[in-house]
């Protein structure tokens, strides 16, 4: 499930992941990228990874053609979380944006916060 945190503002996206990741989180939330990708031009997502429990494959899908239709507009990701996958998922979105991904240990959230501002 995503929820949209307080923390977005202006062309930051901050999320909270956890529990079961489908399809049906990123139909809710790509209106607000579009949203966003219009109003800035280049956007900055805050993913804070809690305990997620299954990502479903369409999920994975819909992550990866989110990535690829706005692969140019999407300027840093900062990811903040406490597994081991985690930090490897970070690392695996990689290519599929031109901006920067950077992963943080949960207990760093707010160096996150302020990477992603700068």
Known sequence: MFKVLDYTKDDVIAI???GNITKADYEKINPLIDKKVNEFGKIKFFILMN???????????????MYLNHY???SKVAVAGDKTWQRIIAGIANPFILGKIKYFPK??????LQWIKE
């Open 16 to 18: 909270q992941v956890e």
């Open 51 to 65: 305990n997620i429990d299954a990502i479903k494959p369409e999920a994975m899908v819909s992550d990866v053609k």
């Open 72 to 74: 140019a507009h999407i």
């Open 107 to 112: 207990e760093d959230v707010e160096n996150a």
